[in-house]
């Protein structure tokens, strides 16, 4: 997926040592003023995961415009059955600087930079179960980053990343990101967008 390049946004996804493919699926869809940011991480690795992703993938390529509880409960419906996954989807209305964040599962994202912010994700699993998803909205500021990662990056990439981080560009992030706070033991991936 090449990057328009207007939009400053950078992916990493590193799969479980030994696989070929990954379960964690980072992602974006951009029309217009509309930006959906997200990230899948299908339970499991190699290639029945990623599969399972690619599963969720068709669905968003068809139905990534959609408001996000809506979009979250019909991807549901539409997964239901399969190996189950964690997802965070952020919409950024360009023009306005709106963020919108839901997430299921462990999957998180947060804000960096003239808000410190991290977003909830609703308990369960996408697919086969899940409490009522929570959206969650923010004002961005020109420079500010958005960070969506898998629970393949360690935890406290969150509560760490400050602004000698907020400062880097989205390449230099992401990788500095996965480096630093990536997990050996499984698939590690996140996003960056600078807004």
């Known amino acids: 997926m090449s990057v328009p390049n207007q939009l400053k946004l950078s992916m990493v996804n590193r799969p479980y040592p030994g696989q070929a493919t990954s379960g964690d699926w980072p992602f974006f869809y951009a029309r217009g003023d509309d930006l959906l940011l997200g990230l899948v991480d299908s339970l499991g690795h190699g290639a029945p995961a990623h599969a399972f992703s690619m599963q969720i993938r068709g669905f968003l390529d068809a139905h990534w415009h959609a408001e996000l509880p809506r979009l979250i409960d019909e991807l549901h419906v539409a997964v239901r059955g399969g190996l189950g996954a964690a997802i965070c989807l952020a919409h950024v209305t360009l023009g306005l600087g709106v963020?919108?964040?839901?997430?299921?599962?462990?999957?998180?994202?947060s804000a960096l930079g003239s808000i410190n912010r991290r977003f909830v994700?609703?308990?369960g699993v996408l697919g086969l179960h899940y409490r009522t998803p929570m959206v969650q909205e923010a004002r961005l500021a020109r420079g500010d980053k958005i960070i969506v990662a898998s629970d393949g990056m360690?935890?406290?990439?969150?509560?760490q990343c400050g602004l000698t981080e907020a400062s880097r560009s989205p390449d230099?992030?992401?990788?500095h990101l996965l480096c630093h706070y990536g997990k050996s033991h499984d698939d590690a991936s996140c996003l960056v967008f600078e807004f």
């Open 172 to 175: 230099s992030l992401v990788q």
């Open 121 to 123: 994700s609703r308990d």
């Open 154 to 159: 360690q935890e406290r990439l969150f509560r």
């Open 99 to 109: 963020l919108r964040c839901v997430g299921i599962g462990n999957v998180h994202a």
